[in-house]
């Protein structure tokens, strides 16, 4: 059985921003919903050690999947993983190398849940997972490069590659969300459609990723990773290790441009998911509207800014955020007031 703190203080240091989303979350369904989370953050976590060569951690990942599927017998231990995670200003643990000390804790804790509910973390868990191992695979992470040469940028060749790998790390979230929502919250609710809710809450994932993918584009470029499709940037006569020279964003807009439009549109169906959710389940309605609504403004930065530059860290100020968060709080009872709080970006 975890230890009271597993899904409240670990979680909490290890989800970071996500945490107030998840504290928002009504009861019966806060603790799936994190417990989900904390253990993609394990495998998370083991996919980032670029300190650890990579077949070690797709040997990690490995285990530690089907340790959560039940088909491995026996603890796990990555002691190794754990020990190579930064070290944290000031003394202490850092959160992910106590997560990955206490793995065995956040395994045990699915047995806290019903058969359904286990079911479900373990379907997320594994296409998670599958994303995370793909990913190793296509760029086999390396060392940092220097800050003067990145060698051999690496790509996702199409853009159904693209759509593939966000539905693997994110879009398959939102369908782990509705199901656990729809069973515990609102199970006689009767939806119009509820497949189109269901493909809604795939995209509203699948834009949040995307969202984080166009912002982190230099660091990833600096690790040897582009995931924009090189298909996309042959049509503008350009390579992926174009992209390192900032010199080159006007050339590149198009493109990015065109994939700040996808976002858009995925955080648009996103809304209409929020606003379609039960009017009275007003705390699932908040936890959907805050991720949207900040990733809706960073999408506004992205068009501006200068999104090949290493050294401009594009991102909403917390000012912004505050006063996002107390607006959505204070129109939530008007429900015009309340649509009217997304604007596409």
């Given at each position: 059985?975890?230890?009271?703190?597993?899904?409240?203080?670990l979680l909490?240091?290890?989800?970071r921003?996500?945490y107030l989303?998840?504290?928002?979350?009504?009861?019966?369904?806060?603790?799936q919903?994190?417990?989900?989370?904390?253990l993609?953050?394990?495998?998370?976590?083991i996919?980032?050690?670029?300190?650890?060569?990579?077949?070690r951690r797709?040997?990690?990942?490995?285990?530690l999947r089907?340790?959560i599927?039940?088909?491995?017998?026996g603890?796990?231990s990555?002691d190794?993983l754990?020990?190579?995670?930064?070290?944290?200003?000031?003394?202490?643990l850092?959160?992910?190398?106590?997560?990955?000390?206490?793995?065995?804790?956040?395994?045990?804790?699915?047995?806290?849940?019903?058969?359904?509910?286990?079911?479900?973390?373990?379907e997320?868990?594994e296409?998670?997972?599958?994303g995370?191992e793909?990913?190793?695979?296509?760029?086999?992470?390396r060392?940092?490069?220097?800050?003067?040469?990145?060698a051999?940028?690496?790509?996702?060749?199409?853009?159904?590659?693209l759509d593939d790998y966000t539905?693997?790390?994110?879009?398959?979230?939102g369908?782990?969300?509705?199901?656990?929502?729809?069973?515990?919250l609102?199970?006689?609710?009767?939806?119009?459609?509820?497949a189109?809710?269901?493909a809604?809450?795939?995209?509203?994932g699948?834009?949040?990723q995307?969202v984080?993918?166009?912002?982190?584009?230099?660091?990833d470029?600096?690790?040897?990773?582009?995931?924009?499709?090189s298909?996309?940037?042959?049509?503008?006569?350009?390579?992926?290790?174009?992209?390192?020279?900032?010199?080159n964003?006007?050339r590149?807009?198009?493109?990015?441009?065109?994939?700040l439009?996808?976002?858009s549109?995925?955080l648009?169906?996103?809304?209409?998911?929020?606003?379609?959710n039960?009017?009275?389940?007003r705390r699932?309605?908040?936890?959907?509207?805050?991720p949207i609504?900040?990733g809706?403004?960073?999408?506004?930065?992205l068009r501006t800014?200068?999104?090949?530059?290493?050294s401009?860290r594009?991102k909403?100020p917390?000012?912004?955020?505050?006063?996002i968060?107390?607006?959505?709080v204070?129109?939530?009872?008007?429900r015009t007031?309340?649509?009217?709080l997304f604007k596409?970006a």
């Open positions: 059985m975890a230890s009271t703190d597993l899904l409240t203080n909490r240091d290890v989800s921003s996500f989303t998840l504290r928002v979350l009504p009861a019966p369904v806060r603790r919903i994190g417990l989900a989370y904390l993609a953050r394990a495998t998370d976590t996919a980032d050690t670029a300190l650890v060569p990579v077949e797709l040997s990690a990942l490995d285990e089907r340790r599927q039940g088909t491995r017998g603890a796990v990555f190794e754990a020990k190579a995670q930064p070290a944290v200003p000031g003394g202490g850092h959160a992910e190398r106590m997560l990955l000390e206490r793995i065995e804790e956040a395994v045990a804790a699915l047995t806290l849940f019903t058969p359904d509910d286990q079911r479900l973390i373990r997320v868990l296409t998670i997972t599958s995370q793909l990913d190793l695979r296509r760029f086999e992470v060392e940092e490069p220097t800050p003067s040469k990145v051999g940028v690496r790509s996702l060749r199409t853009m159904e590659e539905y693997r790390v994110a879009g398959c979230v369908e782990f969300w509705t199901k656990t929502c729809r069973a515990h609102y199970p006689k609710h009767r939806f119009q459609d509820y189109g809710f269901l809604d809450g795939v995209r509203f699948k834009g949040l995307l984080n993918i166009l912002r982190d584009l230099p660091r470029l600096k690790q040897g990773r582009c995931y924009i499709p298909d996309e940037l042959l049509k503008l006569g350009m390579t992926p290790d174009d992209l390192t020279d900032p010199r964003e006007a590149f807009r198009p493109v990015f441009d065109a994939l439009d996808l976002a549109g995925h648009a169906a996103g809304w209409r998911y929020t606003c379609t039960p009017s009275n389940q699932v309605r908040l936890a959907c509207a805050w609504l900040i809706t403004e960073t999408l506004r930065l800014g200068r999104v090949l530059d290493p401009n594009i909403v917390k000012t912004r955020v505050r006063m968060l107390l607006e959505s204070a129109t939530l009872p008007f007031k309340w649509e009217r596409p």
